[in-house]
């Protein structure tokens, strides 16, 4: 059945009637839809538990989410393309590479940023949906309300796994997952069923892949400590010996809270397969002849794992996405479709390591069962040199031993964007994270957008997009990153993470019941997987992928990783930022601290001399349709203004 009921809370105005291009006025829609799921239908199952999920008299399963859509208000002026913006935990933004990151929580409630309002002056239709059960329900975002799993009228119970990690030494800590990305959640997703629970485990290790030290049952507990008092809690974890900062602990206990996780799924796919199939209605939308997703990180995986569970086709077997564009997602799927699922979770391994991470290749491939299904999409695969460094990213087109090339489908185009990382240029988030060095600052904005625009020509048009653009085996340009960590030791004042602490992808083993969702905590791990990173050149920036312009007229060493500032034996890696050295201002700098880049008077002659290969670089971009030409100055001003901050001596 779909979509059951669809309810319309609110319509206002955009912006007060901005007209925006030739699309005119825009609308905000607001409501919440209700979805009702054949258990039997060959559609749904691969949602784990659908099985056991609590059921109406009729049968059916349901689910209820927020939704919202922003449309033209004047149906004709729309250009008949569905944009769906899978709602990353749960924010109302259109992705930031269409437009400048918004700052979320200085918005008001029920704000949607335009960015610079690429896709509203398009006369894009934009839609959203809840997802996500773990979030709490209002205005700020949309989530879910997911049916449990039942055995015998009662919520399925058994072991659940979260890692934890202290930003700063402390005696105790939430139940919440170590990404710290928890939208104002203050409880833990799975409460432990009781507090005693002696069979409970708690380890630590010091990086990602290192070895695990289990701390004794005795020494930590269900509490927390406020002023030397220990008290039992079930939102917290204590530890008689604390919790170092930068360390990794992962605790395994027992729950007794099963949500059908999976259904989130089911709800993108049949929101948009309603959406497209119901011009006018409820929603008062135009006819539409297309519709691309589009997926950002955490919502990029997982679209990854929308595309490896078949979800582009919906119960009556109609194709949901003609494109989906997946961005900075890596090779790794989520915490999105199986037992004790938490979508949130970004670092710890487990079922987003089980699937195939490649396209196609001897281990299997991530397209398999939706095409054995029918439906399957054109993608776009963009990453940044970050999801390379988090040991991922190559997997999605090398072999696991790292030996060999895996050739694109037809319907794939990848790229990287050499040298920037996942945060773009929202630095002030980053040097939030406790990093070693300068964020890169670079915006990613013009090159995203011009992506876009071909990604959208392919799919509504055929126009063949440009050439993907990754490392490759082949011709050298993909290598390991020990070998480029010891060619930045060159660089002076380039802090560097330990390669020891680099993170790995390993083979690992959740237990006999994994293909069906359930997971056997601690799991097992195997061998590890050969991944690789761009080869650089003497400047230390990145060889393989598209190059901004800043990047192919330097005047910094710009990489897609950071380190931390050193917490214990091992400098880790750090979260999600890049790093930039400028290089230094003239030769007497440069040989005052031996550094082997030259300098930036060694280079260019001027600042006239800059602007002007770097509007060659922009227009090389333009003619190669990375960069729109709309975008020229924009793109040459940005670069300008690394410039000048190198040569203030300052940060950008």
Same mark, same amino acid.
């Given at each position: 059945m779909a979509v059951e009921t669809l309810t319309v809370t609110s319509t206002v105005s955009y912006e007060d009637?901005?007209?925006?291009?030739?699309?005119?006025?825009? &609308?905000?829609?607001?409501?919440v839809v209700t979805f009702a799921f054949d258990p039997g239908a060959e559609a749904n199952r691969r949602i784990t538990d659908i099985d056991h999920a609590e059921r109406g008299a009729d049968g059916l399963v349901r689910a209820e989410a927020d939704f919202c859509?922003?449309?033209?208000?004047?149906?004709?002026?729309?250009? @008949?393309?569905?944009? %769906?913006?899978?709602?990353?935990?749960?924010?109302?933004?259109?992705? %930031?590479?269409? @437009?400048?990151?918004?700052?979320?929580? =200085?918005?008001?409630?029920?704000?949607?940023?335009?960015g610079d309002s690429l896709l509203l002056a398009g006369g894009w239709t934009i839609a959203w949906c809840g997802w996500q059960f773990d979030l709490s329900r209002g205005p700020r975002q949309l989530a879910l309300t997911a049916p449990q799993a039942l055995i015998?009228?009662?919520?399925?119970?058994?072991?659940?796994?979260?890692?934890?990690?202290?930003?700063?030494?402390?005696?105790s800590l939430r139940l919440l997952d170590a990404t710290a990305i928890m939208a104002g959640r203050t409880q *833990?997703? #799975?409460?432990?069923?009781?507090?005693?629970? *002696?069979?409970?485990?708690?380890?630590?290790r010091e990086s990602p892949t290192g070895p695990r030290t289990t701390i004794p049952r005795d020494r930590w507990a269900f509490a927390h400590e406020r002023d030397g008092a220990v008290t039992p809690d079930a939102a917290h974890v204590w530890c008689a010996d604390g919790f170092r900062a930068g360390q990794l602990y992962e605790l395994v206990y027992r729950t007794a809270h099963c949500p059908v996780a999976g259904v989130g799924l089911g709800a993108i796919r049949d929101f948009v397969s309603y959406v497209r199939s119901n011009p006018g209605g409820a929603l008062g939308l135009p006819k539409l002849d297309r519709a691309l997703g589009m997926g950002v990180s955490q919502t990029g995986r997982l679209l990854r794992q929308f595309l490896w569970d078949g979800f582009n086709v919906d119960e009556a077997g109609r194709q949901v996405f003609d494109g989906l564009f997946i961005h900075i997602a890596g090779g790794r799927t989520g915490e999105f479709d199986h037992r004790y699922a938490q979508p949130n979770e970004a670092i710890a391994a487990g079922f987003a390591d089980i699937p195939p991470r490649a396209w196609r290749g001897p281990e299997g491939g991530l397209f398999d069962r939706q095409d054995a299904l029918g439906g399957t999409p054109k993608v776009f695969w963009v990453n940044s040199g970050w999801e390379y460094w988090r040991s991922d990213a190559s997997l999605t087109h090398t072999t696991l031993d790292g030996s060999a090339d895996i050739p694109n489908p037809e319907n794939v185009r990848s790229y990287l964007m050499a040298g920037l990382d996942h945060l773009g240029a929202?630095?002030?988030?980053?040097?939030?994270?406790?990093?070693?060095? &300068?964020?890169?600052?670079? +915006?990613?904005?013009?090159?995203?957008?011009?992506?876009f625009a071909a990604f959208d020509g392919w799919v509504s048009q055929g126009k063949e997009p440009p050439a993907s653009a990754v490392p490759r085996v082949a011709d050298g340009t993909a290598v390991t990153p020990e070998s480029v960590l010891e060619a930045a030791s060159r660089i002076p004042r380039l802090h560097r993470p330990d390669a020891e602490a680099?993170?790995?992808?390993?083979?690992?083993?959740? @237990?006999?019941?994994?293909?069906?969702?359930?997971?056997?905590? *601690?799991?097992?791990?195997?061998?590890?997987?050969?991944?690789?990173?761009?080869?650089?050149?003497? +400047?230390g920036n990145e060889v393989a992928g598209v190059h901004m312009p800043e990047q192919q007229v330097p005047v910094a060493?710009?990489?897609?990783?950071?380190?931390?500032?050193?917490?214990?034996?091992?400098?880790?890696?750090?979260?999600?930022?890049?790093?930039?050295?400028? %290089?230094?201002?003239?030769? &007497? &700098?440069?040989?005052?601290?031996? +550094? *082997?880049?030259?300098?930036?008077?060694?280079?260019?002659?001027?600042?006239?001399? #800059?602007?002007?290969?770097?509007?060659?670089?922009?227009?090389?971009?333009?003619? =190669?349709?990375?960069?729109?030409?709309?975008?020229?100055?924009?793109?040459?001003?940005?670069?300008?203004?690394?410039?000048d901050a190198a040569m203030a001596g300052g940060r950008i």
């Open positions: 009637g901005r007209a925006w291009g030739d699309a005119g006025p825009y &609308e905000v829609v607001r409501g859509v922003l449309r033209p208000k004047d149906p004709a002026l729309a250009n @008949g393309g569905l944009f %769906f913006s899978v709602a990353n935990r749960g924010n109302v933004t259109i992705p %930031f590479g269409l @437009g400048p990151a918004p700052d979320l929580a =200085a918005l008001p409630a029920g704000t949607i940023p335009h015998d009228g009662e919520p399925i119970a058994g072991d659940f796994r979260i890692d934890l990690q202290a930003g700063s030494d402390t005696k *833990p997703v #799975y409460p432990p069923a009781g507090l005693e629970q *002696p069979t409970a485990s708690l380890s630590v929202n630095t002030a988030m980053a040097r939030l994270m406790g990093i070693a060095n &300068e964020p890169t600052g670079v +915006d990613p904005s013009p090159l995203l957008r011009g992506l680099l993170p790995k992808v390993r083979a690992i083993d959740l @237990g006999l019941d994994a293909a069906q969702g359930v997971g056997r905590w *601690p799991a097992s791990y195997g061998p590890t997987r050969q991944t690789l990173v761009s080869a650089v050149d003497s +400047d060493t710009l990489t897609g990783w950071n380190t931390q500032v050193k917490h214990a034996r091992l400098r880790p890696l750090s979260q999600m930022p890049g790093s930039r050295l400028n %290089f230094a201002r003239t030769a &007497e &700098e440069r040989s005052a601290t031996g +550094d *082997p880049r030259p300098s930036i008077a060694e280079r260019y002659r001027d600042r006239d001399d #800059y602007r002007s290969r770097i509007a060659a670089a922009t227009d090389g971009l333009i003619a =190669a349709r990375f960069i729109l030409a709309r975008d020229r100055e924009f793109a040459i001003e940005s670069a300008m203004r690394g410039y």
